[in-house]
């Protein structure tokens, strides 16, 4: 008996038909089945600990798996034992289990890398159910973590950000999300005033204690700050993988993205750079300035 067979075969009437493609949920299934049978630790995250956390239903032809990067060549194994592949997508952050019927992504850190996964993702993990089958799920705080960072022309991932701590504000770990952010902390901040703004009826409901705090890092930074690494730097980098290449390309800024500031390689940036305008060529033509090399060419005065 194969492993679809295993998971499917004691399962009650199925809720999901007709709200995802047959072929697309026996791949979510059988990979699921697979990797619960040979007992690799992994997380759902995505469109399923979303509605998990806030409530909201949504069906996407991907399904977000979290795993460790040391597991990878065990999720490999167990994928061609399925009859699957699993591939690397993006050196740094992602491999993916690709057909015709959908995608999986192995997600072990983030385009940005600046949101690793790590074994704390797992501690504060939450109890779930998926497909009718028990999994663990993404914790609400590293969800509003990699989500914060998400501000694509094509994707912005604020609305999630904004419904996560509408459902969830008071029961946050709000001093691992501080942490979380370490000095990226004005994303948050940012994210926070948006949401008083968006639900300016709950705004109470995030503890005074994470506003007095971030404000009064904020009113600390009025001054100029005479760091020439910082005048020269730019962090949006961090948030949107084609929007800022004009700066770090011809204006002479330097990419957040790369150490003391980011974790990233330049390798790795011109492969994500590369990957990104592959995605957007079917939909419009690469602009003049993101076609040039990333390195910059002036710094600013």
């Given at each position: ?199 300016p009826g709950h705004r109470h409901r995030v503890p005074p204690f994470v506003m007095r705090e971030l404000l009064s890092r904020t009113l ?59 995605e957007s060529a079917d939909d419009a033509p690469a602009s003049p300035s993101s076609s040039r090399p990333s390195t910059p060419e002036r710094?600013?005065?």
């Amino acid at each position: 008996m194969s492993d679809l067979e295993r998971t499917t075969a004691t399962l009650p009437a199925d809720p999901w038909a007709g709200v995802i493609p047959r072929e697309t949920l026996d791949l979510y299934r059988s990979v699921l089945g697979g990797l619960l049978e040979r007992d690799v630790p992994f997380l759902v995250g995505g469109a399923y600990a979303l509605h998990r956390h806030t409530g909201l239903e949504r069906h996407t032809r991907d399904l977000d798996l979290f795993v460790l990067r040391e597991t990878l060549p065990r999720i490999a194994s167990a994928a061609r034992e399925m009859g699957l592949e699993a591939v690397e997508f993006s050196p740094h952050w992602l491999w993916k289990i690709t057909t015709e019927a959908g995608y999986v992504d192995l997600i072990y850190g983030s385009g940005n890398g600046a949101a690793p996964m790590d074994e704390e993702w797992f501690t504060h993990s939450v109890e779930g159910e998926v497909f009718g089958m028990p999994v663990r799920l993404v914790p609400a705080e590293e969800m509003i973590w990699s989500k914060s960072f998400i501000m694509e022309r094509e994707r912005f991932d604020g609305a999630d950000v904004a419904h996560l701590l509408l459902e969830r504000a008071e029961t946050l770990d709000w001093a691992r999300l501080l942490r979380r952010f370490g000095p990226h902390w004005r994303v948050l901040l940012a994210h926070l005033t948006v949401f008083g703004y968006v639900y300016p009826g709950h705004r109470h409901r995030v503890p005074p204690f994470v506003m007095r705090e971030l404000l009064s890092r904020t009113l600390d930074e009025v001054v100029p700050d005479s760091a020439p690494a910082l005048q020269t730097l730019c962090g949006g980098t961090l948030l949107s993988r084609s929007q800022y290449l004009i700066d770090v390309c011809e204006r002479g800024y330097r990419d957040a993205r790369l150490p003391p500031f980011g974790s990233m390689s330049r390798a790795e940036i011109e492969e994500w750079t590369r990957l990104a305008k592959e995605e957007s060529a079917d939909d419009a033509p690469a602009s003049p300035s993101s076609s040039r090399p990333s390195t910059p060419e002036r710094r600013p005065s």
